[in-house]
DNA sequence: AGGCTTTATCGACTATCGTCGATTGACGAT
DNA sequence: ATCGTCAATCGACGATAGTCGATAAAGCCT
């Protein structure tokens, strides 16, 4: 049990802010809310289509949000799908949990 | 109404980010946690003396924890007293919410 | 096999960010 | 008035992150 005083151990802190580095981009919240709102997988391509920055960049920001299990990859012949992953989505942590010292959600855990 | 394909306007998602981005980093999730279970304000130099980092740092990140209304602050002498604001905490984005394409939370609004 | 398409990776450049030390500015106490 | 304390600001530095263009790798189709 944590005393009322004692700073959140820096291992803690650091992973509850790798969560909200995944979020903390414009670009990352467009390809975000991308994915949602179309329920089906999406390829790189239609991304980069949707999202009006270059391939490179997409390909790069998907590979971050897949690292935290964000987004699902798949891939499909010469196609990567990419899929929101609802489960992630719910376990994201909110202010009041960091503010409460509630245990961060494992990233792999919440699939 | 937003149909469903298209992205989220740049702005918005711009606005999202922000929100993220002041929980984005480990000194200040720890400087939050902080100030969350001590419930009363607390004055910079206590923050500095259990948080193990320079003062001046402190001082920029209680800044920027300020900019979006995530603590309030109050000058008492010399002394800066910041507190942690509930509200805001309440009302910070989720992954949910991004995801949903709810409308961003106004840092000003929430207090 | 050869070419085409799709994605991942690499290298480079820039901008932003976190941190520090030193300085400055406010305020209170003596 | 002066000194001491507390916090904010400044300047600098290193590290990290976002973006792009070019290249490479993998798979499909004739």
Redesign the pocket.
């Known amino acids: 049990m944590n005393g009322d005083s004692d700073p959140l151990p820096r291992a803690e802190a650091e992973e509850y802010a790798s969560w909200f580095?995944a979020l903390?981009?414009?670009?990352?919240i467009q390809i975000v809310s991308l994915l949602a709102r179309r329920r089906a997988p999406m390829?790189?391509?239609e991304v980069?289509a949707a999202s009006g920055?270059?391939?490179?960049?997409v390909?790069?920001?998907?590979?971050?949000l897949a690292e935290v299990r964000f987004v699902l990859?798949e891939r499909q012949?010469?196609?990567?799908l990419y899929r929101i992953n609802e489960a992630c989505v719910r376990c994201f942590p909110t202010a009041a949990d960091v503010v409460m010292g509630k245990p961060v959600p494992a990233a792999p855990t919440c699939e």
């Open positions: 580095k903390a981009d414009a670009t990352r390829t790189v391509g980069v920055v270059g391939q490179s960049t390909s790069h920001h998907l590979k971050i990859v012949g010469t196609a990567s």
